[in-house]
């Protein structure tokens, strides 16, 4: 067993490290309070050849490894979580449906700009009565006259503001009562299609999130992504590589918010010796820093699974289940060892604790990936 980094995966990891030091970090609580998307900081993520990171050459991607997605998910969040999420939902939710089941065409035109970072990446399963229950679908897809007509929304959608297309869920007839769910590409200027960016957040402020309303938008059949029917089959086969993105900027959060505990205890002094050196404080980071080690070992041999072609999804469940959870642990820990500090913005741990919450909730929440694990052992 070898658990080194190959030298392209340290490599990217230098890269994305000192790039996140050094343009993502420095404006985090800025963005968090002004809610500003960082637009720049992707401009320079394409540039860096960061947007079609896993994606093939061919359509502009660098042909890269789950390992290294996970790992700069990771570097990203740690700096801005925002940050993380926008990245990890362009990469897993955008661009990897139009990989997976794609036709040589719908590729050139839908995944090539997602490579480069014209458009970012974004995808729509979620609606107002179907959450946790996807296979509630209530939006349409009517065919007719080789077209599509759409109706229905969509709520809590990452990336939509900033995308130029993306792969939505509808229902496109019923066989034997069941409804049938097809994946559309649906391009967001077609008439008839609105993104609307309102939400209040608790935290990732400075990620897009929107509801799309779709009124009889009309794209053409070609559109359909994959098979018609497999819609929903394609976006669980999706949603599992997403997971891996969310295990793994829950690492990166929790490993920021356990880096500003352990440095805060090590400088902060009462009773006339550093809150470090108290064994109540030394056990919270002891529990912090074993957890972070068992998350991010788990992160990534979810990746490593599903780079080597083998089944990952009670992997990649159980990654985002634990990750998910220890790093609203840590962050709240991280809180409790800064004292009052802790609870003030420029201490950045309150954010890292209202940003993780969304971890346990995005993506299927943890009720939800407790129950995959339980289908996935033979309950
Ligand atoms: C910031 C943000 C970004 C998001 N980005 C996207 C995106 O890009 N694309 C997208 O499609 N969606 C996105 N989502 C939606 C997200 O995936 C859903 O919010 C999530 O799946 C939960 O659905 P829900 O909010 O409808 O909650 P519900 O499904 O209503 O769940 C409410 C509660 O009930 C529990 N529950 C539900 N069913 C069961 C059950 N059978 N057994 C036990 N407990 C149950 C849940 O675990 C939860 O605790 C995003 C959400 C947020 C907040």
Redesign the pocket.
């Known amino acids: 067993m070898n658990f080194d980094l190959t030298s392209e995966q340290s490599m990217i990891k230098r890269t994305i490290r000192e790039f996140a030091e050094e343009e993502v970090a420095p404006g985090a609580i800025e963005r968090d309070k002004t809610k500003q998307f960082p637009t720049e900081i992707f401009k320079k993520l394409g540039e860096l050849g960061m947007l079609g990171l896993p994606f093939p050459e061919e359509y502009g991607g660098a042909g890269a490894d789950t390992v290294s997605f996970a790992i700069v998910t990771e570097e990203l969040s740690k700096a801005c979580a925002s940050t993380g999420i926008t990245y990890s939902?362009h990469i897993s939710?955008g661009g990897a449906p139009i990989n997976l089941f794609g036709t040589e065409e719908q590729k050139q035109r839908y995944l090539t700009p997602i490579c480069t970072g014209e458009s970012l990446g974004?995808?729509?399963?979620?609606e107002p009565n179907a959450?946790?229950?996807a296979g509630g679908t209530q939006t349409t897809a009517k065919e007719e006259n080789g077209e599509y007509i759409i109706n229905g929304s969509?709520c809590?959608?990452?990336n939509a503001s900033y995308a130029n297309h993306l792969a939505m869920t509808a229902i496109t007839g019923e066989q034997n009562g069941i409804k049938e769910i097809t994946a559309i590409i649906v391009p967001t200027d077609a008439p008839g299609f609105k993104v609307i960016d309102n939400y209040e957040?608790m935290g990732?402020n400075a990620s897009n999130?929107t509801e799309l309303v779709m009124d009889n938008v009309r794209v053409p059949v070609e559109n359909l992504l994959g098979k018609k029917g497999e819609g929903f089959k394609q976006f669980l086969i999706t949603l599992d590589g997403g997971r891996i993105g969310i295990g793994a900027m829950a690492v990166g959060v929790a490993q920021a918010a356990y880096e500003r505990a352990l440095q805060y205890a090590q400088e902060r002094k009462q009773f006339g010796k550093s809150l470090s050196k108290f064994q109540a404080i030394q056990f919270k980071l002891a529990d912090m820093a074993m957890k972070i080690e068992l998350a991010r070992n788990m992160v990534y041999k979810a990746a490593w699974l599903k780079d080597q072609g083998r089944p990952f999804s009670k992997e990649a469940s159980m990654c985002k289940l634990y990750a998910s959870e220890i790093a609203m642990q840590v962050a709240d820990q991280a809180v409790q060892i800064h004292g009052g500090y802790g609870y003030m913005r420029e201490y950045e741990v309150e954010r890292y604790m209202r940003d993780a919450k969304?971890l346990e909730?995005?993506?299927?929440?943890s009720?939800?990936q407790r129950?995959v694990i339980a289908r996935l052992i033979g309950c």
């Open positions: 939902a939710l974004a995808f729509g399963l979620t959450g946790s229950d969509k809590f959608i990452t957040k990732l999130t969304l909730i995005g993506e299927g929440t009720e939800v129950m």
